[in-house]
Nanobody, 118 residues
Framework: VQLQASGGGLVQLGGSLTLSCAAS????????MGWYRQAPGKQREFVAV???????NFADSVKGRFTISRDNTKNTVYLQMNKMKPEDTAVYYC?????????????WGQGTQVTVSS
């Protein structure tokens, strides 16, 4: 399975941005898909996850501002980011894996840079 992320860029404080991540390959069934991010000098951190059936979970820092959705017919997951803050600046990584209690990604896409200007 390969994951291809897109949609990163520069956005102003309070603005919105949508990231996409498409999965491709043969003979696979994507279970949970999600996003992590890594800011300069910080560890990679969980952002959001969505199950194949549409259940979601978010990091406290983005709850109420970010939404995650997926189109199973296209094997694509979307991260809609609203009311963005400078602390949202990071490289965002999409991933896929198993979500049973804790979400454990086992496949990663390349990162996409998101920068929020103040």
């Amino acid at each position: 399975v390969q994951l291809q992320a897109s949609g990163g860029g520069l956005v102003q404080l309070g603005g919105s941005l949508t990231l996409s991540c498409a999965a491709s390959g043969r003979g696979f069934r994507i279970n949970a898909m999600g996003w992590y991010r890594q800011a300069p000098g910080k560890q990679r951190e969980f952002v959001a996850v969505i199950s194949h059936g549409g259940n979601t979970n978010f990091a406290d820092s983005v709850k109420g501002r970010f939404t995650i959705s997926r189109d199973n017919t296209k094997n694509t997951v979307y991260l809609q980011m609203n009311k963005m803050k400078p602390e949202d600046t990071a490289v965002y990584y999409c991933n896929a894996g198993v979500w049973l209690g804790d979400y454990r990604p086992d496949t990663w896409g390349q990162g996409t840079q998101v920068t929020v200007s103040s």
